[in-house]
């Protein structure tokens, strides 16, 4: 490429109107050594990404021979296990903080249960039928709370037939 087309390519360069193939050819001319001083002030820009790439690398050549060899295991085993065993030492300071105590027996809480057995057999009739009756209410409450429960039921399953 002789230099009217470098600086033609320039030119698109800047205005951002060049194609990838374009610019491919600006950094191959551009790494040449034998470039118009005219153009010299525009090579930085296109050799700046391998110049870049070459100090890295001897970036982590150097670092490499003063660090020398890294040791990550340990590192790793301990990035690894600390926050189980915080997790594990968390949860059993809750369940221990949350479980409730068990209290000592209370002294003198004992019930003296003879006073309320029955004395004869028509009071043991009646508290026994009294306890049955509510047993008997209580299991028709309950009844009539599944049937309604159940015919709602029914009808949620007749929209996915």
Known sequence: MNKNEITQLLEKYFQGET???EERALKAYFQQENIPESLQEFQPLFTFFQVE???????????????????????VFLKKWIPRVAAAVLTVFSLWTMYPKQLPPQQGA???WSKYEPENPEE???????????????????TSQAVKEMAKAKEVWKMFE
């Open 19 to 21: 194609s990838l193939a």
């Open 53 to 75: 790439k070459s100090q890295h690398v001897q970036k982590e050549l150097v670092f490499e021979n003063i660090a020398g060899p890294r040791r990550q295991g340990t590192l």
């Open 110 to 112: 004992n019930v003296d």
């Open 124 to 142: 043991a009739f009646r508290i026994t039928h009294a306890a049955l009756m509510k047993t008997s209410l209580g299991l028709q409450k309950g």
